[in-house]
């Protein structure tokens, strides 16, 4: 299972981009890489998904360089309602119960 | 709302008690997932079925936990003779296929054991 670092808190501003790395150096093969987002008492919500270079949708972009070993989760102009702990998983999405949330990273927004 | 949906939201119970969650998938989601997530953690998985199966369970789900999905429909987690290291969130997720969607998680059941 390839696991994963990331920061434990970040602050920011709103209206600035904001990017997240999350460090995956035993990453395999057929890993992908997947972030989530989480709101106290709520469960989790799926933000992107990728396996190599960059995957961009409504809500987010993620960079994967071409060794795979890390990934940034960028958020573009964040404002004080992505304030939420935002989670890298790594492994094989054939078998979601083998992935790991980790403690995730803390995004404090303020105004 | 056709998002998955988990009853109770909160319980409070005694040790020694059991409990009993339940899960409503997302129409036609084939599998559905229970985590368990305590506080400053992310979640962590419990077991998964495919339809009606439980095809996986981990080592954190003691013999004191049972799950099941009756019909493949709705799911319940059961925990028996309840322990203060029970306390936590007991979320549900569903998927329509594993690997290719994503995971919809319900908004979770909280547990405190006293």
């Known amino acids: 299972l390839a696991k994963t670092t990331q920061p434990i808190s970040m602050d920011s501003y709103e209206g600035q981009e904001v990017n997240i790395t999350c460090s995956h150096n035993?990453?395999?093969?057929?890993?992908?890489i997947t972030w989530y987002q989480q709101f106290p008492s709520q469960g989790p919500r799926f933000i992107i998904q990728?396996?190599?270079t960059k995957v961009t949708n409504e809500v987010a972009s993620l960079f994967i360089p071409a060794d795979r070993k890390s990934s940034t989760l960028s958020l573009p102009r964040v404002s004080l309602s992505d304030t939420a702990v935002y989670y890298c998983?790594?492994?094989?999405?054939?078998?979601?119960?083998?992935?790991?949330f980790g403690k995730g990273t803390m995004l404090l927004v303020s105004p | 709302d056709t998002g998955v949906s988990q009853n109770p939201r909160h319980k409070i119970t005694k040790r020694g008690q059991n409990v009993t969650f339940r899960c409503d998938p997302i129409s036609e989601h084939n599998r559905l997932y229970w985590y368990r997530q305590t506080l400053g953690q992310g979640p962590e998985f419990l077991t998964y079925?495919?339809?009606?199966?439980?095809?996986?369970k981990s080592r954190l789900l003691s013999d004191r936990f049972s799950a099941e999905r009756p019909k493949g429909s709705f799911s319940t987690l059961e925990i028996q003779r309840t322990e203060q290291g029970d306390s936590a969130m007991y979320l549900c997720?569903?998927?329509?296929?594993?690997?290719?969607?994503?995971?919809?998680f319900g908004p979770g059941t909280r547990l405190t054991v006293l």
């Open positions: 990728g396996y190599k």
């Open positions: 079925f495919q339809n009606e199966a439980q095809l996986e």
């Open positions: 998983l790594v492994g094989d999405i054939r078998r979601y119960s083998t992935l790991t």
């Open positions: 035993n990453i395999a093969t057929n890993d992908y």
């Open positions: 997720a569903s998927e329509l296929r594993e690997g290719i969607d994503e995971q919809f």
